[in-house]
């Protein structure tokens, strides 16, 4: 009773049909949890859509609660213009939040610091007005220039890749905007023949703002959402590249809104420091020891904060020693004997948003109330360091602080007069490391615009060469150890893109590296587009879950340095690992393969090695399993199988397969799938790397033809032949192609269930092509 009326965040849904079709919310602020019916959210209630599998292109958006229609068990939905009835799984109720969105008439007068989003880096000027596609569609067309960092001042760059612009004005329901964006610095170096196919994936990000526009009400962060059209590049005429997408407002614009467009999803320092402000009370709640302390101020006077929080237990009287070269501001944090130490790092590159969810994702899980997280808290002391330039971030810079220096190149140099974040960093880093244990852990994310997927760059022979080793040795197998975890954890880690051996001289991770001599010294990156293994793009969720499995692999790695002789490695530890022989012992999610599990055998269902088939419906009188219950649109569906495992106890153990990410990556019972040997449809891919095109399925039958990066083509059928993924090619006369059989990876892994080195990116639908109007990624053969 005492939380009615109280608006909060469903965080247990009937995943498992154990609850009766109830779910739990959490009152925002609290700890207070409630068990209600889903048909209780009110009227009027913000949602956030996910989910969905007819309707994909609506993932992520916001949403209004018109009603609950209990006939159907589904809630009537307001989403950008249309009425849809959801199912209660689908929605995720939003807290109110108060606006950080506000005009460029109220920003003008006042501080940078203080807008609410990274200063817009970008200015927009129609172009030729209006325009007519093949079908008639008029465009209005506008042509953005990308301000680079630092411009006006001595100190400019080309760096510009970030961009945020807004707009203003009447535009009828259903007319569409087109942005050709000019002066990115990503295309610059793009080729022809590749380049196109780098921007699949690559969906700009909207929010509409004032008069109810957009559904959520005023902007919270949560308001974004995809734009609501195609994206791709054009040739301009003198040979360059423009980045283009387009963007249709269903419900038009009137006199007093406006829309802001983003490269990706914002993350201003309005939120950041709102997100530690309000995190600090929910960990010190869950008995944590929480110094939020004041590091150093940057060049242009912004803090530059260091955030410490372990386990409250254990701790001393004595207190950290002042860092040297640095004036005091205040007191330092306690020390904790016996814990070792954890130092986290992020936005050095101001643009690269996704770094903040990322963090944002750790340090919600240390603020859960899972085993794992108490764990980690009582074992280490975690040092974070949430923003590193703060200047760059406020300035709308992509890559750049004030003085156009990319603060990731001055590690080891860095001065406290020119380079006061670097410099406060490294103080904190080592002092960590001297006083407070040892270096466990170093992680400083990032955010990558000209590589796939999520991955991990560690520089091996700096930790061996400051452990009196060589390049290779036992610090480069645990840092690809705890690469493994991570991409067993997380499947948007594709550790084919990993590099254990990346020499980058004044980065962080290479000089924290040589001067700690810790293993585990990691460039943690993440696309701003998508992985190879799904066709979805990446938004806020995988960023999140990234920073969660971050710590999650954390701990099956401290699993496997101790003595484990149930599973017979006795006195093995992660110094010298094999990966191979690890593999069966990562959990992955609440699924443990165990050693003697079908799950590991070269056999069963894997990334790398497919299984294939079609899911079935109930048979007459049995009820439908609650996985296809809330996803019956699979039903029928041919689909592929990526990861199995065995649940339950000795007879009533039951197999489970998992979809690929593109067909849900749920679990599905063996006994609902009726098995193939291959699956036929429609299949695109683009050529990431030369490949060969051979007569038969078997790779190693006669060569037809090779293909060149860049090129797109059609499939239709996928099976696995002697251990690889092939795919045979439709047959094209007007391009003067045959049919013929290619292999989605170069190389398979050690872990088939890490799929392996991929040479075909799978493509949501045919491309356009150059010489059709509008946008396009693929070039012909």
């Known amino acids: ?153 001595p100190f400019e760059r080309i760096d510009c890749q970030w961009f945020y612009f807004g707009m203003s004005g009447e535009i009828a329901p259903g007319q569409t905007l087109r942005f050709r964006v000019l002066g990115l610095s990503r295309f610059r170096k793009l080729r022809a023949a590749n380049g196109p196919l780098l921007t699949d994936g690559l969906r700009p990000v909207v929010c509409a703002l004032g008069g109810g526009v957009g559904g959520g009400g005023r902007g919270s ?47 201003p320092l309005r939120r950041i420091q709102e997100f530690i402000t309000a995190l600090r009370p929910k960990l010190i709640s869950r008995g944590a020891y929480v110094k939020r302390e004041h590091l150093t101020d940057s060049l242009d006077g912004r803090r530059v904060e260091l955030l410490t929080v372990t386990s409250s237990s254990g701790g001393s009287r004595r207190r950290a020693p002042a860092l040297p070269g640095l004036a005091a501001r205040g007191s330092r944090p306690r020390t904790f004997p016996g814990r070792r130490s954890i130092f986290v790092s992020a936005r050095v590159h101001p643009g690269e948003t996704p770094a903040s969810f990322i963090l944002e994702g750790l340090l919600g899980f240390l603020c859960s109330k899972s085993p794992g997280a108490e764990a980690l808290l009582q074992r280490y002391v975690f040092h974070i360091v949430p923003v590193l330039n703060p200047d760059g971030v406020a300035r709308g810079h992509h890559r750049t602080d ?56 560690a520089d091996g022979g700096a930790a061996a060469s400051a452990n009196g080793g060589g390049v290779g040795g036992g610090t480069g197998g645990s840092a690809r150890l705890f690469g493994y975890a991570l991409a067993r954890r997380c499947g948007a880690v594709e550790f084919a893109q990993s ?58 790695l401290d699993r496997l340095e101790r003595p484990l002789p149930s599973l ?15 593999g069966g012992y990562f959990a992955d999610g609440d699924r443990r393969t165990d050693a003697d599990d079908p799950g590991c055998g070269d056999s069963a269902a894997s990334r790398g090695r497919p299984l294939f088939g079609s899911i ?28 199995e495992s065995w649940v339950g106890q000795a007879a009533s153990r039951q197999r489970h397969l998992r979809l690929h990410d593109q067909d849900g990556g749920i679990w599905i019972r063996a006994a609902d799938i009726a098995f193939k040997d291959a699956q036929r449809g429609r299949f695109f891919y683009g050529v990431l790397a030369p490949l060969e095109v051979s007569a038969e399925a078997p790779s190693s039958s006669a060569r037809l033809c090779g293909l060149s ?73």
């Open 1 to 153: 009773q005492k939380l009615r009326g109280e608006k909060g965040w469903v965080c247990v849904t009937d995943a498992d049909g154990s609850t009766d079709g109830l779910v739990i919310a959490q009152a925002c602020g609290t700890d207070a949890t409630a068990t209600v019916r889903p048909y209780q959210v009110e009227d009027g209630t913000l949602v956030a859509l996910s989910g969905l599998k007819g309707r994909p292109e609506l993932n992520g958006q916001s949403g209004v609660v018109q009603h609950f229609v209990r006939e159907k068990q589904r809630y009537a939905v307001q989403v950008r213009g249309e009425s849809l009835l959801l199912r209660p799984g689908n929605l995720h109720v939003l807290p109110a939040v108060e606006s950080e969105v506000r005009s460029e008439v109220e920003a003008a007068g006042q501080a940078a610091e203080e807008s609410a989003f990274n200063e817009p880096a970008s200015t927009s000027t129609p172009a030729s007005g209006s325009a007519s596609g093949p079908d008639d569609t008029h465009f209005l067309i506008f042509d953005v220039l990308v301000r680079p960092d630092a411009a006006g001042t």
């Open 499 to 556: 590099d254990f051996e990346d020499a980058m001289p004044g980065t962080g991770k290479s000089v924290v590296a040589a001067l700690t001599g810790s293993p585990l010294c990691f460039t943690v990156e993440s696309s701003y587009t998508r992985g190879h293994h799904s066709l979805e793009p990446f938004d806020p969720s995988t960023w999140l879950a990234l920073g969660h499995a971050c710590l999650e692999a954390l701990l099956d």
């Open 402 to 457: 004030t003085l156009g220096e990319n603060l990731n190149r001055v590690y080891g140099r860095a001065t406290p007069e020119e380079h006061p974040s670097i410099a406060a960093a490294e103080a904190a880093c080592s002092a960590a490391h001297e006083r407070q244990g040892g270096l466990r852990l170093y992680l400083d994310l990032h955010a990558h615009s000209n590589r796939r997927g999520a991955f991990l760059l």
């Open 221 to 267: 962060g949560t308001d974004w959402s995809f734009v609501d059209g195609d994206g791709g590049v054009e040739l301009n005429a003198d040979g360059s590249l423009a980045f283009v997408f387009e963007h249709t407002p269903r419900r038009g614009l009137k006199l007093g809104e406006e829309l802001y467009f983003a490269l990706t999803y914002p993350y």
């Open 568 to 582: 017979g490695l006795d006195g093995w530890h992660a110094d010298t690992p094999s990966l191979e022989r690890a």
């Open 709 to 781: 990066p860049g090129t797109v083509i059609e499939a239709d059928e996928r099976r696995v032949v002697d251990g690889e993924l092939r795919a045979r090619v439709v047959a094209d006369s007007s391009r003067g192609s045959t049919t013929g059989w290619v292999s989605e990876y170069r190389t398979t892994f050690f872990d088939p269930r890490l799929g392996g080195e991929v040479q075909l990116m799978r493509l949501r639908r045919p491309p356009k092509l150059p010489e059709k109007p509008g946008p396009y990624y693929a070039f012909p053969i």
């Open 616 to 643: 079935c419906g109930p048979l007459e009188g049995q009820a439908l399993p609650h996985a296809l219950l809330m996803n019956p649109d699979l039903i029928g569906k041919s689909v592929e199988f990526i990861e």
